[in-house]
Every structure is written in C-alpha cells, then in structure tokens.
C-alpha cells in the first residue's frame, strides 16, 4: 500500500466524518429552530388563553358600569319627574323609567355577549396555535431523525469507499 493510497484513504475517512458531522448537525440544528417555533406557538396559545379570560372578566365588568350608569339616569330621570309634580310610580313616568331600565340591561347584556364572542375567537386562536406548536415539535423530531439517518448512509458511504480503496491497494478481491 502506498504512501498515495493512504493519503487517499485518510481524505476519505475525513470527508467522511465531515459529512456525518455536517448531517447530524443540521438536522440538530433543524430540529432546534422547529422546537423553538413549537416553543412561540404554544406561549401565544398560552397568552390567547389569558386574554379570552380577562376580555370575559372585561365584559362583566362594563355590563355592570352600564347597569349602574343607567340605574344613575333612571335615578336622575325620577328626580326630575318628582320635581315636576308628576306621579314616578304610575303611567309615563314609570314606563320611561322602565325603558331606561330595560335597555341598560340589554346594552350590559349585548356587552357580556360581545366579550364572550370574542374570547370564544381567542380560544379558537389559542387551539390552531397548539395544533401548530405540535406540528413543529413533530417537525423538529423528524428533522434530527432525518440526520441521523442522513449520518448513517454518509458512515456506510464513507466505510464502502474506504474498503473500495484498501481492497484496490492490496490487490484484494
């Protein structure tokens, strides 16, 4: 075996290991940047979750400013009735004053409703972003499983063409 021959050899062994290394690290590295997007999906899925439940508690909290606001203006209306002279608790003074009640109950409804919708799309939000952080978790693995597979044809590769070249330089068969 010459001096050629092994020199050969030994190219063929590093480009070898380079080549394994090259593989294993890209698919690590490949691996890493789908976990870190698998990572980001479910904070945002998290941070979804806790704004559905404060954009609920939000809207209670306004349906109740609302109810108040308008038992403040029903308030207001019964005083200026009384101080008119007129009867608040028999014919148009109670209506208004039932009217003022009813459409501050719908308008703190309407807003517990609108909160609701909105933390219903939220969770919806927050559930496509689980199902993409487990995408990307599934894609992470495959990527470092498709390295490793990747390193091993370069190690098969690399030992065949080794054998090729000793096999050559002995005059083996």
Do not use: C
């Not at 090259?22 to 704004?51: C, F, N, Q």
């Amino acid at each position: 075996m010459s001096l050629l021959d092994i020199a050969s050899s030994a190219f063929s062994l590093l480009s070898t290991g380079v080549q394994i290394y090259g593989a294993l690290k890209g698919g690590a590295d490949k691996g890493d940047s789908y976990d870190a997007a698998a990572t980001s999906a479910y904070i945002d899925a998290r941070r979804a979750l806790i704004d559905a439940r404060l954009t609920r508690e939000v809207a209670v909290v306004e349906a109740s400013k609302i109810n108040r606001s308008g038992a403040e203006y029903r308030s207001a209306a019964r005083a200026q009735f009384g101080a008119n002279g007129v009867d608040v608790n028999s014919g148009s003074a109670r209506d208004v004053q039932r009217d003022i009640t009813h459409r501050a109950g719908q308008d703190a409804i309407e807003r517990v409703l609108l909160g609701e919708r909105q933390a219903l799309a939220l969770e919806d939000n927050a559930n496509s972003l689980i199902n993409e952080a487990g995408q990307y978790a599934a894609a992470g693995d495959n990527a470092r499983s498709a390295g490793n597979w990747s390193a091993a044809a370069a190690a098969i590769s690399g030992a065949g063409d080794i054998w090729k070249k000793y096999r050559a330089a002995t005059g083996g068969p």
